[in-house]
């Protein structure tokens, strides 16, 4: 079984990467790469046209060691998207971030949610209970609102917009969507039906509440004396490894809380000391970047193995059409209504739109997270996945769709690549360390 691993993992790595390589030559996002190789090497695709490959590749003892270095992968991620979250850069646009954040979350959540109550019939189709619960209206809303921070800011930087408003607007709104998002999820998780305690969920939420007091408050301070507080700084390779065990026993506690690993692995990166004036530390990104870069694929073909290609009936297609008409819509209505009543003009504010509307990692790990606490189907996590893979899909042609309306509307979209910042607004710099991050989409 040991052997049976290691040549799993062997063509999960090469496969998965291989298919990355191929979608940024495409230009498309590694993420649309590696999660199609992730669905090709499941049940649905493999498996059906080579089930006896399948099983001598992929037996079911295998499952347990997959799904911990998928967990492991995950949790580094996100452990490092939580370190690079800074609010600060929102300077004198702050008002137009917070303004496209809040709509482009709003909208998409209440269109998700009402959609789900209103086609309970269909949706039971796709093995849904005909009686919704709150947790999974508010995670259908959810579904809809989420956008990808790493993928926005690799189709940010591909596109020459890192120096622009719009550009810094997109990326910052998608912060603070980011932090509201995963507070709403972290809700639903608690309400779910799940494997956690045995516990009402007031008393998971209390306990949920007094874990990220004591993180915020106690574990920075504790941290900083001891990872910079020495008057000889300690190796950086120790540092990454109690960091990466802080952030592992972060998830373990959530987890335990009845909440799932991600809120942990978040929670520890943000809590993680920066540097002195608040800089990143270049040692700490880089090999966490490189760590999870790895990894991921293995999280990416475990979530494939719950794709259900064979149960997309017609009501299963005909929904997908909906749902991303309606993900692709919403958001980009609502971020380029918002950012044009904040002041921007017509052609910045369609960009803000469009790049809000990125999906990616995020959305996977969000739905991976609703279908282990039982507030999603297997048919409904298959149109949802593919949902996220068509709306990553579509970001870089309708920025290209944007463009070409300025040119026949008689404008030129070169000012948006030469228009002045104020102080406070520039973007993350971009780094060679944050290469990976934004190649994991």
């Not at 199609?36 to 079911?60: K, Q, V």
């Not at 492991?72 to 004198?92: M, N, R, T």
């Not at 086609?119 to 796709?126: I, P």
Request: overall charge neutral; some cysteine; proline content about 6%.
């Amino acid at each position: 079984m040991v052997m049976h691993f290691v040549g799993a993992s062997a063509l999960i790595l090469v496969a998965a990467h291989g298919a990355g390589w191929l979608a940024r030559r495409l230009k498309q996002p590694y993420i649309v790469g590696q999660l199609t190789a992730g669905i090709a090497l499941g049940p649905s695709l493999l498996g059906s046209a080579a089930p006896g490959a399948y099983e001598t590749l992929f037996p079911a003892g295998i499952s347990p060691a997959l799904t911990g270095f998928a967990q492991f992968s995950l949790v580094v991620f996100l452990f490092a998207v939580g370190y690079e979250l800074d609010l600060k850069v929102l300077g004198d646009r702050a008002s137009t971030a917070v303004s496209v954040a809040l709509a482009a979350f709003v909208v998409p959540m209440a269109v998700g949610s009402g959609c789900a109550l209103l086609f309970r019939d269909q949706l039971a189709d796709l093995g849904m209970p005909r009686d919704l619960t709150p947790g999974m209206v508010v995670f259908a809303g959810v579904a809809l609102s989420i956008t990808a921070v790493p993928v926005l800011t690799a189709i940010v930087r591909e596109n020459g917009l890192s120096r622009t408003v719009p550009g810094v607007v997109a990326v910052s709104a998608a912060g603070l969507l980011d932090v509201i998002g995963w507070t709403v999820l972290a809700g639903t998780m608690l309400n779910g039906d799940h494997s956690g305690p045995a516990l009402d969920w007031p008393w998971r939420a209390l306990l949920a509440a007094g874990f990220t007091a004591l993180m915020l408050v106690g574990a920075r301070p504790l941290l900083r004396r001891l990872l910079w507080g020495t008057r000889a700084r300690m190796e950086s390779s120790l540092r990454l490894a109690l960091l990466i065990g802080f952030a592992l026993g972060s998830a373990w506690v959530t987890h335990s809380l009845g909440l799932h690993v991600i809120f942990g692995a978040l929670l520890a990166g943000v809590v993680a000391p920066r540097e002195e004036g608040g800089t990143l530390d270049p040692d700490l990104l880089r090999p966490l970047h490189d760590v999870s870069s790895l990894l991921l694929p293995f999280f990416f073909v475990v979530s494939g193995q719950s794709v259900a290609l064979n149960s997309m009936n017609a009501t299963g297609w005909v929904t997908l059409l909906v749902v991303t008409v309606l993900a692709v819509t919403t958001k980009i209505g609502s971020g380029t209504a918002a950012a044009r009543l904040s002041g921007l003009d017509r052609d910045d504010a369609r960009t803000v739109g469009v790049l809000v509307s990125a999906r990616g990692l995020t959305e996977l790990i969000a739905l991976n997270a609703g279908l282990q606490a039982g507030l999603l189907s297997e048919p409904l996590y298959t149109v949802l996945v593919f949902m996220a893979l068509a709306t990553t899909l579509l970001t870089q042609p309708l920025l290209l769709l944007v463009d070409r309306l300025a040119a026949h509307e008689g404008r030129t979209t070169e000012r948006r690549q030469l228009a002045p910042l104020t102080s406070g607004l520039q973007p993350p710099p971009d780094e060679p360390t944050k290469a990976p991050a934004a190649d994991l989409g």
